[in-house]
């Protein structure tokens, strides 16, 4: 493993909040998910950071979220979250248990590591990890080293462990070799859409201080691999929806059902009929039988807070949603640091949400995107379209004509749009 840089350690501070949460887990075990509640349910708020020094960026909704969960609790800095800091392995191991486990260890009276002892503010987080099987220790493995930075590389190993990443094909990063010790752990992390590299997306940095509001991100997205809930299946089904972790189903008699991950309830499907339904990352929303739409699952953004009005088609993203309108105009409602939920005048018969962006096919046939463009998946193409899809990082619409067209990232050929005639593509 490379050396990491040393870096500034923000772990021993709100020492005492941290054994106070400890001694709510031995007295009240049976309870222990009030310790750590959902951010459905909301946190105590001794159990969260001053996020005062968070203002806004890309991971703040990460940031909000965990926080939330009382995720960060005990780890805060004198400044409040300390976005920028590097992330030492002593936090990695505190957040990371909290989300695997949903509870505080118990305390220990010493660890496996020569360089912590049961002193240390996170020394049962850390002796957890280990018991986890995430981590194996520093160097020979005798040591911990709690107070260096955690690479990208090593962040990398760390996830996959944790979260039991699948295998995938190797990722498309310049600057990770083939036979790097870390290069598996990278191909897992990109797969799993956790990360999509650094500065433009062609390399990794495996030897990069990971921050702390990018562990933050890391780790949100990876919380899908936790928890699930088990499908009920009916006899038939008519429409279905699939987003990273979670499904759902209209069946045949109009109800809806979900299965897969429920951590914010995005698998909560409410009574009543529908006609259709869309999956996003942490929420879920359909178009009832009366044009009303209902949304359930996270709401960090108001992103399942639907507007009122009759609708005929909705959209989910990570952290908004979309939906046409009646009258054939564009509502978007939910995060909007990108501009994806700035729905363009106009009138339109098709729209699709993904994480940061959003695409609609205008009623001349024409494409309209919107949102974050980092790798061209907003750049829409000229002509006509009769259907359209957005990916993460990768847009596909079906032409006028029956072909396909695609457009945005192309790391392992998903913008290649193959030859032929088709009626219906899926990003």
Request: with cysteine; proline share 6%.
């Amino acid at each position: 493993m490379p050396n990491p840089s040393s870096a500034i350690s923000c772990s021993y501070y709100n020492t005492i909040v941290v054994w106070l949460r400890r001694l709510l887990v031995v007295v009240g075990a049976a309870a222990a998910l009030a310790v750590v509640p959902t951010a459905t349910t909301g946190a105590d708020s001794a159990a969260q950071v001053d996020l005062s020094d968070v203002t806004g960026g890309v991971h703040k909704p990460a940031i909000d979220a965990l926080n939330a969960q009382g995720v960060f609790a005990g780890t805060g800095c004198a400044e409040g979250f300390c976005p920028d800091d590097p992330l030492d392995r002593a936090t990695m191991a505190v957040w990371t248990v909290r989300i695997l486990d949903n509870e505080d260890p118990q305390p220990v009276a010493s660890t496996r590591f020569a360089d912590v002892d049961a002193t240390h503010p996170h020394a049962d987080f850390i002796e957890r990890f280990a018991e986890l099987g995430v981590t194996h220790g520093c160097g020979d493995g005798i040591r911990y080293c709690p107070n260096r930075s955690v690479p990208r590389a090593e962040m990398a190993a760390f996830l996959s462990r944790a979260f039991d990443l699948p295998d995938a094909p190797a990722a498309d990063f310049e600057d990770v070799s083939p036979d790097a010790w870390y290069a598996p752990e990278v191909a897992k992390l990109t797969a799993s859409a956790i990360t999509a590299g650094c500065g433009d997306g062609t390399r990794f940095c495996p030897n990069q201080a990971t921050t702390r509001a990018e562990m933050a991100t890391f780790l949100h997205r990876a919380i899908g691999f936790t928890e699930a809930t088990t499908p009920t299946p009916t006899t038939t089904y008519k429409a279905v929806t699939a987003s990273e972790h979670h499904t759902c189903a209209i069946a045949s008699n109009d109800t809806i059902e979900c299965w897969g991950n429920n951590r914010f309830g995005q698998a909560d499907a409410p009574a009543g009929t529908y006609k259709t339904i869309t999956a996003g990352t942490h929420h879920t929303c359909a178009v009832t039988t009366n044009d009303t739409i209902k949304c359930w699952g996270a709401n960090w953004y108001r992103q399942a807070d639907a507007p009122l009005g009759a609708y005929k088609a909705v959209t989910a993203g990570r952290w908004h949603a979309c939906a046409i309108a009646t009258n054939d105009t564009i509502k978007c409602w939910g995060y909007n640091d990108y501009g994806q939920a700035d729905a363009p005048a106009g009138t339109y018969k098709a729209v699709t949400a993904t994480w940061d962006h959003t695409c609609a096919i205008a009623s001349d046939g024409a494409i309209k995107c919107w949102g974050a463009n980092r790798f061209g998946q907003a750049d829409a193409p000229e002509g006509t379209y009769k259907t359209i899809t957005a990916g993460t990082y990768h847009t596909c619409a079906i032409a006028s004509d029956d072909t396909i067209k695609c457009w945005g990232i192309h790391s392992f050929g998903q913008a290649d749009g193959p030859p032929g005639t088709y009626k219906a593509v899926s990003a």
